[in-house]
């Protein structure tokens, strides 16, 4: 393996769990179209590691390029539907965990009804990014995402509970 | 009652994710296939001007002023479309996913108003000088080909029109989809 492949075989590992899971809130928690789209940020990723400057953290990097590549993908596609996910659960486990899939599964369609920036800024939010990282992804300042994101969580708390 | 704080602590009680083991060796593989795919998509687009160069010279329409001008129209209007088509991926290819999301999104609506107005102002121009070509090609096919083959030209020259508008109109439906979504 030659130093590139092994520097990216490592950033791979280090950053590929949280790239599935941001995608997940993208795709309703479709697991396929998921595993497609963070396959699809990495090889971005590759094809632009020599374009990384430092400027921002490597970890910034591959969530922007991971927000607009979700972004961009899933504008091609058509709506992702939610019912077969349910109803595989509904088959395949037991009650509470069926429970408790149910609610992440109304947490995902909330969070799909958003406008698409702010779907961006509340499930980077929900992957526990600070604020300011979260304006450097979004391209907004610090005042705005602090402003937007106190509405989202209403929208989305209101969202949940009906 | 439900906090966004119980939301968060939901989407943290997720699975833990599984890193693919065969994870770089397929991202390696596709990034080959891409390559490879895009040096094929070259080959094609050389081979189609070639064949159609190679054509013109054989059935010697370069003697016969309005068939080279009528044949030319046709081919140059190909080209023009393949080109456009194949620039317009390119650009595609090379928009810049690392920029922060609000100028990506930017950068986005231009590239599909661009492509709206290649689908709007070229296309109809293009398929216009097409079957203008085409047009002025009928009465030499009519005296030159028999009757049973000059009316299958006809029509499925019609037809391919036909699906070849039907094609390119859910083309332009989609992309506008894609534009009023990226202004949402």
Known sequence: ???LESNFDQIYKDNYPKVFRLCQGYTNGNE??????????????????????????LSTWIYRITVNTC????????????KGHLQHLEEDYEECSVEKELQLNQLYRCINSLKSENKSI????????????????????????????HRIKNELTKCVKQ | MTEFKDLKSKWEQQPEVEVPSNG???????????????????VVLLTTVS????????????????????????????LIRVILEYVSIKELNQLDVTTNTSTFSAIMARYYKRRINI???????IMLLYITGFVILLPFFKSSLSEGFYTYILVS???ILVIMVFFIGRQIQKELHILKQIKH
């Open chain 2, 157 to 159: 020259s019609i037809c």
């Open chain 1, 71 to 82: 972004l961009i993908e899933l504008r091609k596609k058509k709506s992702v539907s939610i």
């Open chain 2, 24 to 42: 770089l060796e397929d991202i390696i593989k596709k990034i080959t296939f891409l390559k490879y795919k895009q040096r094929i998509g070259n």
């Open chain 1, 1 to 3: 393996m030659s130093t």
């Open chain 2, 51 to 78: 064949i159609l160069i190679g054509f013109f010279f054989y059935i010697n329409a370069y003697s016969n002023g309005l068939v080279t001008f009528a044949l030319s129209v046709m081919i140059g209007s190909l």
């Open chain 2, 119 to 125: 689908h709007y102002i070229f296309t109809p121009i």
């Open chain 1, 32 to 57: 396929i179209l998921s595993k497609d789209l963070a396959q699809e940020v990495f090889i971005k990723v590759w094809q632009n590691l020599n374009s990384f400057r430092n400027d921002s953290s």
């Open chain 1, 122 to 149: 509340i499930l980077l939010e929900l992957e526990g990014l600070p604020q300011k990282e979260i304006a450097d992804i979004i391209g907004l300042s610090h005042e705005v995402i602090r402003v937007r994101l």
